[in-house]
């Protein structure tokens, strides 16, 4: 099936064609039929299945066929997040640029002047995150009376977000009869019985996600302690044909933190994280597009909704506890026919995940080794990870003479003075400069300590 056999305008057609896309993905050719007809859409798909587009192919033809009336609103898109709020205007921008329509996107780390200045002027498409939509409402700056088409999307991170009393008070504010579209991914009793009071008489789609890594990427992982990590990235990212990458981490604090360390050892960096206001999100990703900057430090959660084509490799510099996340940060590259590469930097104790991952792919993932950084093996069973012999509990330690105990203290002090076991030495790797270096003192780092109780500390 082609795209020109779902109903959609020529007009559609033509943009659909530009962007280079031929075949319509299983949501695609179950939805936008439905949508096309006028039906309220349950459907169950996750990010990566085609679904933004899915709603905004019909929304576009359906939205120029009318008018605006007073210039308001005549639909409303709401999503969790900034990022996928954004996707989904630029999803607008590249399949409506022969409509008409106007848009406006308003989010959070976006001045109010600038998106009042859009809704002064008149627009027939809101996307929004609810808590900026919200606080416009409270300005007096949005009216929903002309709505007729809405979709609530990513409807489960909605309530894991806490949304969803805002989700309720915004639909309450929608008087007209409107056509409803309800996305989730997963479809626990809560999104079920909000998807009731939404929807009328919904047609059903369920979309599975896709569950291998596409022929086209090329996989490999090194096994190393978790020490020799960044070692480790630092000379697959030299000695691989790297035109730029996607380089994951689990944690919003590990993100910061690689970026500066690969910063420091010359790389062209940038970083994705939470704490970035829309402005140096949008700084990042236009850099990085246009090959100012080669690698992009981000997190699952920063780099959700994200489209960048042509990306060469991915890294997971920390291996995803969840299995499907592995085949949507690998999807990011090897994409329309290209050849991409995955790499994952896994450690002993990653053992249970790498095996989920196999498990859900369908195939072992290659290993190779790295000079001159030492490889490890994987613990496949749970509890096997290394650890220290457990000390015995307090009661049950053998007691210590009273002189013993001083000798020992004696000795920790002289110790701290030469620069010994109780002071702390620089770091000898080459993540040396990862941490900053304090002298181990009675009173902190010294260069704060004023001079005559130096002297007394004997520092």
Known sequence: MSFSELGLS????????????????????????????????????QTGTGKTASFTLPMIDILSEGRARARMPRSLILEPTRELAAQVEQNFETYGKYSKLTTALLIGGVSFADQEKKLDRGVEVLIATPGRLLDHFERGKVLLNDVSFLVIDEADRMLDMGFIPDVERIVGRITKSHQTLFFSATMPPEIRRLAD???????EISVSPPATVAETVEQAMVVVAHRDKRAALR???????VKNALIFCNRKRDVGVLHRSLARHGFDVGALHGDMDQFQRTATLGSFKKGEIALLVCSDVAAR???IAGVSHVFNFDVPSHAEDYVHRTGRTGRAGRTGHAYTLATPEDGKYIAAIQKLVGRDIPRID??????AELQEEEGKSRRRKSRPEKAERPAR???????EETKDRSSRRRGGKGGSRRRKDDDAGDAPEYKDTPFGETDQVPDFLKRRAGV
């Open 10 to 45: 020529d007009s559609v057609l033509r943009a659909v064609a530009e962007a280079g896309y031929v075949t319509p993905t299983p949501i695609q050719k179950q939805a936008i039929p439905q949508i096309l007809m006028g039906r309220d859409v349950l459907g169950c798909a």
């Open 235 to 241: 000379a697959l990212l030299r000695t691989q044909p």
């Open 197 to 203: 009071r939404f929807l009328n008489n919904p047609k």
């Open 305 to 307: 909704g994200l489209d």
């Open 401 to 407: 003479d009273e002189k013993s105990v001083k000798r």
């Open 370 to 375: 790295i000079e001159d950084v030492a490889g």
